[in-house]
């Protein structure tokens, strides 16, 4: 992996007390990339929340947010090493690992799991009066699936492949604000995102037309979708975006911060000790409400590849018991 500059085991002095020699000399500095995801996105807000918080408590921690197009993107970028942070879905982590995303036979099994952040839901935005009722009615239709490589778009390809629907679909590959903007201008029919709600890029339609979102968790569930791959049904709550709007029903994948196999025990360690304390956690949901869900009460919640030995380290000394799978 490439470094600015070496960690060693002074440095265990400024992120892990507990593990910091007596008398250990001053810490050299660290440089870390945590890759976040698309403008108007909750792993662009993690992301960035995170990069200026850790230096705060951590400094001898440098931490940079990187742009990326999301989550299958980080999976293959926290793999190499290009960056040694990412905020990954935990269906596109266990893909990844055994070589099978879509068209990629790679096995990207460089990645590890430090902790769960929140579950990002199905939300399939259309008009209200624009008369869809199901996923299924938009076959000929213009929809925003997300940005090419992202979880967004790779979790929209399987639930409308799963539907036989996708190659009736006019997918275009946008971001959720690019999407938004369009879409308040009826340049598409249709925007799907995966993240937290309320969503900005949906609440900022909102304010421009009364929207509706399709109940895609009943399809999922009649469909046999859950059977396939490992999302978890979640109901949208009436009024998220506006007083008018029922409860939808959706599913959800479990956001998982991952990092490089090959990143120093300590470093990992105290990430953990720092986001996880409750400093840090009240700092991440001032940045995001929905961030509240990062806690220890969910700790490793979804993880679909082994957690990384400082991760292990940290939640074993919280008292939990780590399945063998994720050891």
């Not at 230096?55 to 290009?82: I, M, Q, T, W, Y």
């Not at 029922?246 to 953990?272: H, I, R």
């Not at 679909?304 to 008292?319: D, I, K, N, R, T």
């Amino acid at each position: 992996m490439k470094k600015a500059l070496l960690w060693t085991l002074a440095a265990v002095c400024a992120l892990g007390p507990a593990l910091a020699p007596e008398g250990a000399a001053s810490a050299q500095e660290y440089k870390a990339t945590v890759g976040g995801g698309p403008t108007g996105g909750n792993f662009n807000t993690f992301a960035g929340a995170m990069a200026v918080y850790l230096p705060k408590v951590l400094p001898d921690l440098e931490v940079s947010a990187v742009g990326s197009e999301g989550s299958v993107e980080n999976v293959k970028r926290v793999h190499s090493g290009e960056s040694d942070f990412g905020l990954c879905y935990a269906v596109d982590l266990s893909l990844g690992a055994r070589g099978t995303l879509p068209e990629d036979g790679i096995k990207y099994d460089g990645t590890r799991a430090m902790g769960f952040l929140y579950g990002a839901p199905a939300q399939l935005v259309v008009r209200a009066d624009s008369g869809f009722k199901s996923a299924r009615d938009l076959i000929g239709k213009r929809v925003a699936v997300g940005n090419t490589g992202s979880g967004a778009a790779a979790s929209a390809e399987r639930f409308f492949r799963h539907l036989d629907v996708w190659s009736g679909l006019k997918p275009q590959y946008l971001g959720y604000s690019a999407a938004a903007s369009v879409f308040k201008d009826g340049k598409i029919d249709a925007f799907w995102v995966l993240v937290g709600f309320p969503n900005r890029s949906i609440s900022e339609a909102s304010v421009h037309m009364d929207i509706a979102l399709l109940d895609v968790g009943k399809e999922a569930e009649a469909s046999g979708f859950y059977n396939e791959f490992a999302y978890i049904p979640v109901e949208i709550p009436a009024g998220t975006y506006g007083n008018w709007m029922p409860a939808c029903a959706s599913f959800q994948d479990a956001t998982v911060l991952a990092v490089n196999k090959d990143v120093p025990a300590e470093v990992v360690y105290g990430v953990m000790k720092a986001l996880w304390s409750e400093d840090g956690m009240a700092t991440m949901v001032e940045a995001h409400l929905n961030f509240a869900n990062m806690n220890m009460e969910n700790n490793f919640l979804g993880a679909s590849v082994p957690l990384h030995p400082g991760a292990l380290q940290f939640w074993q000394e919280a008292g939990l018991t780590v399945p063998d799978n994720l050891k």
